[in-house]
């Protein structure tokens, strides 16, 4: 099935390409997510609307990245959550919560898509998260997760 990105799916492309996928991949994952749009000869002008978008948002090159990555990489994050009995968490951390207490930390705007978690935050303590800035770059914030 032929499908148009709208947002940046890992080992598949970026908003705004034009991919070719298995039909259960696409029905079943990517367009109910609203991660993809269904190609259409009139689809096209949305490409060039979601590449635009996109030019907007992203950072534009790697040396602007490894400035971002300089200041998160600098930023102390802290978190407090609602734990219970022996530090574990009501539900867990959410990449928006990080993007969240990044900006409020004094760091950069940070998009919630941009980071990846390696596993679901559910413990009090230290953490490591990635957040691709680029293509190339990626920075590694640390996040210290408290009770409230």
Known sequence: M????????????????????RDGYARNYLLPRGFAIRWTRG???DVEQIRRARKIREIATIEQAN?????LEGTKVR????AGEGGRLFGSVTPADIATAVKSAG??????????????IKTLGSHEVSVRLHTDVVAKVGVEVQAA
Do not use: C, F, H, Y
Not at 79 to 82: A, D, I, Q, S, T
């Open 107 to 120: 760091g950069p705007d940070v998009d919630k898509r941009r980071v990846e978690l390696g596993s679901p």
């Open 79 to 82: 978190l407090k959550v609602r």
């Open 43 to 45: 689809g096209e002008k």
């Open 67 to 71: 400035d971002v990555r300089a200041q």
């Open 2 to 21: 032929k499908i148009i990105l709208t947002n940046e799916v890992s080992g598949l492309g970026i908003a705004g390409d034009v991919v070719d996928v």
